[in-house]
């Protein structure tokens, strides 16, 4: 009789493990807190909400190198989450097959809170966002259908597909909408700034930093607005314009002369781990940037109005000023993102 028990026990253990249901859409939404000191998203959440399977859907794609024609460049190959997810060193992106770009990668933070993406704003919708690296040539060089047969064919995403979405589709619409649950994540907000603006503990200032912040509100903040540090917006900020390249920036998207060489203004949260810095990393240390803002303007039709101050260009800067100032844009390293097991790849 314990016998005949003992199976029944076995085969309802059985049973249930058959019937398990983990393999089904799993609506376990992520609680996404909105940090006090941030403007409101950008993003709509209610078109594309946060679950944690979708979110482990996206992270996966966006290391996954199979998506490109080499099999080698993921998303996270020119963007490095220790350098604040871009390709440190890097002027320019690399692509498949060494392939190089024209552009340097910019970082993925807070993108949540944007509202155009890429140096030229090339889309301003982030679910659509990964489209441009993933069928660049020069990028990633993928294929929609080569991406969406290969997962179809990989057990762990016929898996997380289903645990993602109500449909369960391996489709490129909820390919694109996981990497976005990603991007949205992918968030900067515990800096020794952060923690200074909203009054918490390790959000202690120097004398030196407080005056680059005062500095910085009085000569930058017009551009990088808030903090997330971008106003959105595209200014020529007066680079000399390489004749071997040629980029006109914004223009190669609205081809109104008002925009040549215009580019996004860039976030600078993290700034201290992202060199090189400019559309094309064309400087590697945050003193030739500032000295380029100060003395290595150069005039052209499209020059932004706040860099024209009478008959000279440019923003004045001190060396005590330019010391304060990165002294201050240092405390907007957010080591805890930096390190961030969530959005890691192991």
Known sequence: MKAKYLLLLIFYVLLSCYNDDSDDYQNIPIDFQVPSNFPPLAYDLSNNPLTEK?????????????LSSDG???????????NAFTHHGHSVSHGVNNASGTRNSPPIQNLAYQTTFMWDGATSHLDLQPIIPFTSPIEMNGNFSSAINMMKNDVI??????????????????????????????????????????????????QDELGGYAI???????????????????RNNGLPVNPA?????????????????????PSLR??????????????????????HYSSGIVNSATLDSSLINGTSLGI??????????IAFLKTLTDNQYLTDARFSEY
Request: glycine share 6%.
């Open 270 to 291: 993290n700034i201290e781990k992202t060199a090189p810095y400019m559309h094309d990393g064309r400087f590697f240390t945050l003193d030739a940037v500032l000295n």
């Open 216 to 234: 910085f509100n009085q000569k930058c903040a017009s551009c990088h607005a808030t903090d997330i540090f971008t106003d959105n917006s595209f």
């Open 54 to 66: 979708g979110f482990e859907l996206g992270k996966k794609l966006f290391y996954d190198g199979r």
């Open 316 to 325: 004045p800067l001190s060396t005590s000023e330019k010391s304060k100032l």
């Open 157 to 206: 995403y016929q898996k997380l597909f289903k645990q993602a979405f109500i449909d369960g589709q391996i489709n490129s619409e909820n390919m694109l909408k996981a990497l976005g649950q990603f991007m949205v994540m992918v968030t900067s907000s515990n800096s020794r700034f952060d923690k200074f603006r909203r009054n918490e503990a390790g959000g202690t200032l120097t």
């Open 72 to 82: 080698l460049i993921s998303c996270g190959f020119c963007h490095i989450q220790e």
């Open 245 to 265: 390249v040629n980029d006109v920036g914004r223009y190669r998207v609205t081809e109104m002369t008002q925009d040549l060489y215009k580019f996004k203004v």
